[in-house]
Each structure stands twice: as C-alpha cells, then as structure tokens.
C-alpha cells in the first residue's frame, strides 16, 4: 500500500489540483510521441519507479503468479489510471510513461516470479 501511495504522490495524483479547465481550455498537453526526447533520465525513472509495484503486485495478487500477462496487465492498467487523472491536474501526459511504468512494473513481476522460484541451497553441516 505505501507503494501505491508513494507513486500517486510522485505522479501528483495525491495533493494534485483537480480540475477540468486544461480540458474544457484545451490546454491539456498529451504527447503520442514515443521516446521523443531519447531515452532520458525520467524515462529511466519512470521504469525503476515501478519495479517495486510490479515486485509487490506479484505477491498480493496470488493469481497473477501462473499467467505472465497479468504482470503486464496490472502495470498498464494502473498507470493508464494516473496519466487519465494527471490531464484533470494540468500536468504533462505522455505515451512514454505508460509505457515505460507497464516495462517497470513487468520487471518487478518477473523478479518477483523468479526470485519465488529460487529455493536456497541447503547447508551442509560438518
């Protein structure tokens, strides 16, 4: 949960001005420019800030341990919900994030799934 919690506030989601004038004064800024500006510092942010989600989300959902896609699924799902709520805070929304979160998160999945696999050796005592 203080995953969560942690990322709506970075996103601006928790503290955000909610309003509608960016949409109604089309001013709202969306961009369907995938990597425009290179594989930046905040595209790489955006990848290890969900690795803990992506991490966890396998973890409390049992579930979506047995099929890879859910890994996907849940990261797309949740950061499609945050860059919709951030065009109602006037903040800057791009494809980008969406994509990169949903990669972050999927690798925090697959650490998750892997690291579940992993059994210790055992210690052999003299």
Known sequence: MAIVLSILSITGILGGQFGTTSLI??????????LAEGLSTATILNIILFIPFGFLSAIVFKRSQ????YGILI????????EFLQTFTGRFVQIDDIIMNTLGTYLGYTLCIYGLKFKPLKRITD
């Open 75 to 82: 990261g797309l799902l949740f950061t499609s919900l945050i």
């Open 66 to 69: 047995t099929k890879w896609i």
């Open 25 to 34: 004064e089309g001013t709202a800024v969306i961009s369907f420019d995938f």
